[in-house]
């Protein structure tokens, strides 16, 4: 029997009572278990002690998640943030280096939400801050107020474009998903291909063209009770087949080489 491909999941920095922490949801490390069918591994952000290749020689697969925090906007030469704003240079300095040397490596990657902006500021594009004050983009953001539940439920249709990613897993044309963001894509980096928009128009999901393997980015979040969503499970489903056909090159790649 083939073994569990190996994911790794990103993690942020936070401050609990007295110590740093190196942290990431439940329900992403849920995700990669239940619906990709892999083992996550939590990846520390620490760049200043771990090469990105050091990571990609052990991993199957690498899951960008989302976080409360925001890329700092010097990083894609935007202005300064409102004060504030929450950032993570420590999750930035670790991923935005990881995601080039995955890419590079064909390593399998799925960004989600932050992940998303990851890999489209790791590639040379830019972000909107505060898509709520752009003219023209309907509100994103979740109601902070609202249950759980409620914040992650359906909240606008996605519009699927043909010939990519999204519709190679034979998705429909268009379907409903969450929306609980304040940034957004501003410029398309070279070498995105444009998956789905929103009814705005604002860029939701991006593939790498003529990447070496899986790579898609959604802006929303498709690890939330993926089990119940058939959308949302055909996307970790296909992350997860990818990982596996890692996996399996790898181990006998080591056999002929042992």
Request: glycine fraction near 10%.
């Amino acid at each position: 029997m083939s073994r569990l491909p190996l994911i790794g999941v990103t993690a942020c920095t936070k401050q609990i009572g007295l110590h740093p922490y190196h942290v990431t949801g439940d329900k992403y490390v849920r995700a990669v278990a239940v619906a990709a069918k892999g083992l996550p591994l939590i990846l520390p952000s620490m760049a200043e002690l771990i090469d990105p290749n050091d990571i990609l020689d052990s991993l199957d697969g690498l899951l960008f998640t989302g976080s409360p925090s925001n890329i700092e906007p010097h990083l894609y030469h935007g202005p300064a943030s409102a004060p504030g704003t929450l950032h993570d240079p420590d999750r930035d300095r670790a991923t935005l280096p990881l995601i080039r040397a995955a890419l590079a490596a064909g390593v399998p990657v799925l960004g989600i939400c932050r992940g998303f902006q990851e890999l489209n500021v790791a590639l040379g594009g830019s972000l909107h801050q505060k898509l709520h004050e752009v003219d023209g983009y309907i509100e994103h953001r979740e109601d902070p107020s609202a249950p759980v539940d409620v914040q992650y439920a359906p909240s606008h249709g996605m519009h699927v474009q043909p010939g990519g990613v999204l519709a190679g897993l034979g998705l429909p044309p268009e379907f409903s998903v969450n929306s609980i963001h304040t940034q957004g894509i501003e410029r398309v980096a070279p070498g995105l291909r444009v998956e789905a928009v929103a009814p705005d128009g604002l860029v939701e999901a991006v593939s790498v063209e003529g990447g070496k393997a899986f790579a898609l980015a959604v802006q929303w979040h498709p690890e939330w009770q993926v089990s119940s969503n058939p959308i949302y499970l055909a996307i970790f489903q296909a992350f997860g087949d990818a990982c596996r056909r890692r996996a399996t090159q790898r181990d006998a790649d080591a056999s002929v080489n042992a």
